[in-house]
């Protein structure tokens, strides 16, 4: 059983351009979750998908930030005209069924950004 | 909305001490709570979790038990190793099943 899955795993990219980061659920989970983490806090939680369904968006951090999941399998995160705050690390976690309730809540080692 | 409030770290300690990591959180009815671990390196793990008041969670000697009237949920080890060393995070999903929603993380270190 592989676990959650992204790539690239690092990414340093200049002011500007576009960055996309891709995450692999376990195979057979329904929910994807995309977070952000910067150093010394906790992930902050973006946005999150019901197989291809978006369904809570509003925390994405601006309209700079999109994130997809066309086939209800794997997800993609992408970051328009990256600014220097955008560096983090972009979390991707899966789950089969709501968080809670007994149904855990899986991550992948992360997404590096550095926007120089 | 719903947060988790945790102890600011770090936290060091000695081997075999005992370890006591505090969390609080606000939230609507009866969420479902969780610690999660990060070790240097490595993604963030599930280390233990409890789903309603009073459970108590527990995995490789730590435990957590739900306490609805402080709204807490405590990490404990009664002797810590070296091994331990990482970043702990108290968590909830709230009723509503949304997501994790994360404290800021305490870290711990263990010198032998």
């Known amino acids: 059983d592989t676990g959650v899955s992204q790539d690239p795993r690092h990414k340093i990219t200049k002011r500007g351009q576009n960055v996309t980061f891709r995450c692999d659920p376990i195979s057979e989970h329904n929910r994807l979750y995309w977070y952000r983490q910067t150093l010394g806090q906790g992930p902050e939680f973006l946005t999150y998908f019901q197989n291809e369904a978006q369904l809570e968006k509003s925390r994405l951090l601006s309209d700079r930030f999109s994130a997809e999941r066309p086939k209800g399998s794997f997800s993609t995160l992408e970051i328009q005209r990256t600014e220097q705050g955008d560096s983090a690390m972009y979390l991707c976690a899966s789950s089969l069924g709501a968080g809670g309730s007994g149904n855990t809540i899986y991550f992948g080692e992360g997404s590096w950004l550095t926007v120089v | 909305g719903d947060s988790v409030t945790q102890m600011e770290g770090p936290v060091t300690l000695s081997e075999e001490a005992f370890l006591t990591i505090n969390c609080t959180y606000t939230a609507t009815g009866y969420p479902s709570l969780f610690w999660y671990v990060q070790y240097p390196g490595e993604g963030l793990q599930l280390l233990l979790k409890?789903?309603?008041?009073?459970d108590k969670g527990s995995n490789k000697g730590f435990e957590a038990t739900y306490r609805k009237e402080t709204t807490s949920f405590h990490l404990e080890k009664g002797s810590v190793q070296v091994s331990d060393s990482a970043v702990y995070f108290c968590?909830?999903?709230?009723?509503?099943?949304?997501?994790?929603?994360f404290g800021k993380g305490t870290t711990l270190s263990v010198s032998s």
């Open positions: 968590a909830l999903v709230g009723q509503a099943g949304t997501a994790l929603i």
């Open positions: 409890a789903t309603k008041a009073d």
